[in-house]
Structures are given as structure tokens and as C-alpha cells.
């Protein structure tokens, strides 16, 4: 009769220990590999964003407002607010300490529902969270099932209001905000290489690199559609903070790049008498632009422009929105103006003669009944180009019509006569244009913190614009319209905006500030 052997216990207890090491390990380590947050991201994404180290800096992001914008829009209103109240939750920022990828994902049969999607490097800390929720698991955190062996996760929402729902993999956490528990079921998916995802999209120059991120930029972005005839936009983000935001884009459109529009580097923008600047106001080329698309009556009056006044004109042109107190007037109700102006090559005297010719040539194609009436203002005569049909148009009083001038050197071309004599009889010094290089084809500057009884101004007269042109009711533009107009309060912290749009050798490169 034979006994079994017995193992001595040096080696049972080496065994236990090497056992209990290669848990450790397991639950300790997770080989570095920050990119495969993309491959959960599926490809049909509209909009990706990747946040270098955002944790940290949750506070700083919430309290910039563009940012705070997206946060509201992604995890509902106020959750900027209180993030920047309370403070980052430990937790959240040791789990997006590294690189965070957030993307807006058409889903459902159709793509007809957008559901922002997120995926964060988590690497041993989300194993061990994982471990954490399947042995106690908090309260206000329910279990949602599982897919392809992982267990999901969901934060009960608030009546009406989506779901977060979240799960872990690979060393990522994986989340969306959906009404639908299948979404993060998707992104598994994605993850598995079951379904394409954003690795197969987006072009690889266009997304940070895969481990190493240094420099300062602090995000990076890319949007739109790569299919023959689509545009698609790449860029950086440098300064994201409460004073200020700023970025810088290439966008390549489906068609090749225009290179007419490039001007000599010292060319000079016009400096418009503006005494205080206008609620936007853009700077852009007047170089020659294919008539694409033009309708007949369009094309003739673009001929008509080009044989007359558009032949004394300079290569810039700038537009001012105007808001009070500069605002104009159409049938009685106050709206905003829009001013135009451009350099002028000849006398003053020369506006009016070719005026009255362009509106000769413009009557005897339309029969309109335009005519140039001169008005005085301060030391300059304007035209004021008035209706004598029987239309809407001819009922407008004197200040309402459009009018033109020649002054200072520039045309000016106003959507009202009261706005241009303001602006001509303002003893103000010009402002200043913004500083510009020859590839520049346009700048934007919006002054976002005082815009938005202009804009009201703008919604109010459209409204009434349909309303006296015999239009239908449209509740579904009626319902957007007011919310556009709900919105508008939200504008006021973006600050002030400035963009400037150049040209690349096969792109336009898009720079953007934002001062707050």
C-alpha cells in the first residue's frame, strides 16, 4: 500500500506567493497603450475631441464658458455649473488623468439620434474600479446587464432626461448619455473591432499621437465627413481656461482649394469710421468669385455691380453688424444694420453718376423704379436709393431706405439711410483693422458679450418679414425660433471672438480666439 506524496511547503507556499504577486500585478498594471480609447468611438462620429489630461484640470474647464457649453450639452444643464462649484470628484480625476476622447455618434436604425459618447485611459485604475463596483457597488450605481462578458453600468437619470450608462475594457472606461442601453452596448462593439470605428476614419496626423503627448496644445478636433464632395476639419486647441480660448483648424474641402483669393503681404485693410466697433464685423476679400449658382435676376445684377460701381473698388471690403443705438428701422420696427465699406478710387463726386447708371440698367431689366435721391450729412453727400413702385419696398419712409456714400476714401453701402448718416456725421477717429498676412482671405471679429439684442432685433424682423409676406404658419420654425431665442443669453460669457481664415496649399486654415 502506497501513500501520496506530499508537497513540501516551500513550494506550496512559493506557489501561493507567486499566485498572489501575479494578481497584484494584474490589478496594479496595465501595459500603457493611451490610443485604444479610439477604438471604442464608432466610425460614424460627426464630431471627435481629444482632451490631453483633462482630469486635472475639470475646474479650468468648466469654467471656461465654450467648454462649459459642451459639458451642459453632454451631461445636461448645470452640470458645468456644479463641477466648477464642487470641484472634480477624486475618483473622475484619477480616471481621465492621462488623455480622454468625447465624440457625437449618429445612432439608431437611421442615425437620426445624436448621443455624445466618451472613452478615457484608465489603465490599472479602471480594472480596479471594475473590481470595486462588482464587490460594492455604491447606491446611486445600478447594474444595466452585461455585453460580450462585461458588465455595464448606469447613473439613474432624472425623469425625461438620458442615461449615463458606462463600462470598463482594456484599461478604458467607456461611457454615453442615451435614452437607449443598446448605445453602450455599440461601443463595445467598436471596441472589439465588431464594427468600424474611429481608428479606421480618422486620418492618423489628424488624431494626438499614440503614447507621448507633449507640446501645448490641449486638445485636438476633427469633424465632417472624408467622402468625395465632403469637408472635413482638423485642428488644436491651445488655451482652453476661464480667460481665454484658443484654436487653430485646417479645413479641406471635397473640392480643390481657390487660390485666386491670395493677396501681396503688404496690402492694407480698410479702416471704416466706426466709433465704436459693430456687434460683428468681418473683413474679406473682393477678389473675383465664380458665379456658381446664381440665379438670372442674381447674374444680371452682379454684371450690373461689376460694369459700374464695382469697377472703383478695392480689394477688401469690410461689414459691420449694428445693433442700439445704431440700429435701423423697416416699416417702423427697429432692426439691425448692415453697413459695408471698401476702398474707393476716384472723386466722390463720381458715386452718385454711377449710381443713378446702375439703377437705370437695373429698371429696364425689372422695371424696380429705383431712383438715387442726394441727402446731406455733415460734410458729405449720400445717396438714398429710393422705391417709387407700389410695393412694400416703395412705402418705406425717407430713413429706411438703403442709401450709399463716397467718404474718406471708401464707398459705404448701409441697409439704412438713418445708420450711414449716423456713422458719416460720428467725429470719431477710425478703429483700428485687424492686422492681417497676404494669405489672408478673411477676418471675424464678433463682439459676443453685447450681441444678443441685436440678434433679437434680427429674429423679431424675420418673424415679421413672413408675417407681412402672406407666408403660412410653420410651428416646427416657430418652435426652433424660439429656442434659438432662449439660447441667445447663453452668449454674453463667450466674450469676444476673433477669426481668421487663410489660405494652406491644399487647405483654408482656420485661427480663432476668444477673449472672456
Not at 448621443?115 to 455604491?138: D, E, K, S
Not at 469697377?311 to 417702423?332: K, S
Request: charged share 20%.
Amino acid at each position: 500500500m502506497s501513500s501520496a506524496r506530499r508537497v513540501p511547503r516551500p513550494v506550496v507556499w512559493g506557489t501561493a506567493l507567486l499566485a498572489g504577486l501575479a494578481a497584484a500585478a494584474w490589478l496594479l498594471h496595465v501595459p500603457y497603450h493611451p490610443e485604444r480609447a479610439d477604438r471604442a468611438v464608432p466610425a460614424e462620429a460627426l464630431f471627435v475631441a481629444w482632451l490631453r489630461a483633462p482630469g486635472p484640470r475639470l475646474q479650468a474647464l468648466a469654467a471656461n464658458p465654450w467648454a462649459a457649453e459642451a459639458i451642459d450639452a453632454g451631461f445636461g444643464a448645470g452640470a458645468a455649473a456644479q463641477l466648477a462649484a464642487q470641484g472634480p470628484d477624486p475618483l473622475l480625476r484619477a480616471l481621465t488623468s492621462d488623455r480622454a476622447v468625447l465624440a457625437l455618434v449618429p445612432m439608431g436604425f437611421a442615425g437620426e439620434r445624436p448621443v455624445w459618447v466618451g472613452a478615457a485611459w484608465a489603465g490599472a485604475r479602471g480594472r480596479r474600479l471594475r473590481w470595486q463596483l462588482r464587490f460594492a457597488r455604491p447606491a446611486w450605481v445600478e447594474r444595466a446587464g452585461r455585453h460580450g462578458g462585461r458588465p455595464i453600468y448606469r447613473v439613474p437619470a432624472r425623469p425625461g432626461e438620458p442615461t449615463l450608462y458606462f463600462t470598463f475594457e482594456d484599461g478604458v472606461i467607456l461611457a454615453c448619455r442615451s435614452a437607449d442601453p443598446h448605445d453602450i452596448r455599440r461601443l463595445l462593439d467598436a471596441h472589439d473591432g465588431l464594427r468600424p470605428s474611429i481608428r479606421d476614419e480618422v486620418p492618423a496626423q489628424a488624431r494626438p499621437p499614440g503614447r507621448a503627448w507633449n507640446g501645448p496644445e490641449k486638445a485636438r478636433v476633427w469633424a465632417g465627413r472624408p467622402a468625395p464632395g465632403g469637408v472635413t476639419v482638423a485642428g488644436r486647441i491651445d488655451a482652453l481656461d476661464a480667460g481665454a480660448t484658443q484654436a487653430q483648424f485646417s479645413v479641406r474641402p471635397g473640392w480643390p482649394a481657390a487660390r485666386t483669393w491670395t493677396a501681396p503681404a503688404d496690402e492694407v485693410l480698410p479702416a471704416p469710421r466706426w466709433g465704436a466697433w459693430p456687434d460683428a464685423g468681418l473683413w474679406v476679400r473682393t477678389a473675383p468669385i465664380a458665379d456658381l449658382g446664381l440665379t438670372p435676376a442674381a447674374a444680371r445684377v452682379r454684371q450690373v455691380w461689376d460694369e459700374t460701381l464695382g469697377a472703383r473698388i478695392g480689394d477688401w471690403a469690410a461689414f459691420g453688424l449694428f445693433g442700439p443705438p445704431l440700429t435701423g428701422r423697416y416699416r417702423g420696427v427697429r432692426v439691425p444694420a448692415l453697413v459695408g465699406v471698401t476702398a474707393w478710387e476716384g472723386p466722390e463726386a463720381d458715386a452718385g453718376a454711377l449710381l443713378t447708371s446702375a439703377l437705370d440698367a437695373l429698371n429696364a431689366s425689372f422695371r424696380w423704379g429705383l431712383i438715387a435721391a442726394p441727402v446731406r450729412a455733415g460734410p458729405h453727400t449720400l445717396w438714398r436709393i429710393e422705391g417709387t413702385a407700389d410695393n412694400a419696398f416703395g412705402a418705406l419712409a425717407d430713413d429706411e431706405f438703403p442709401a450709399l456714400a463716397v467718404a474718406d476714401g471708401g464707398l459705404w453701402i448701409a441697409s439704412n439711410t438713418a445708420t450711414l448718416r449716423s456713422l458719416l456725421e460720428d467725429e470719431a477717429p477710425p478703429q483700428p483693422p485687424p492686422a492681417v498676412e497676404g494669405a489672408t482671405r478673411a477676418v471675424l471679429r464678433a463682439e459676443l458679450s453685447r450681441i444678443e439684442p441685436t440678434l433679437r432685433l434680427a429674429l423679431g424682423a424675420y418673424r415679421l418679414g413672413t408675417l407681412m409676406a402672406g407666408h403660412p404658419p410653420d410651428d416646427a420654425l416657430d418652435e426652433r425660433l424660439d429656442e434659438i431665442e432662449d439660447a441667445l443669453p447663453r452668449l454674453a460669457p463667450l466674450g469676444r471672438l476673433e477669426v481668421e481664415m487663410r489660405d494652406g496649399t491644399d487647405h483654408l486654415e482656420i485661427r480663432a480666439r476668444a477673449t472672456h
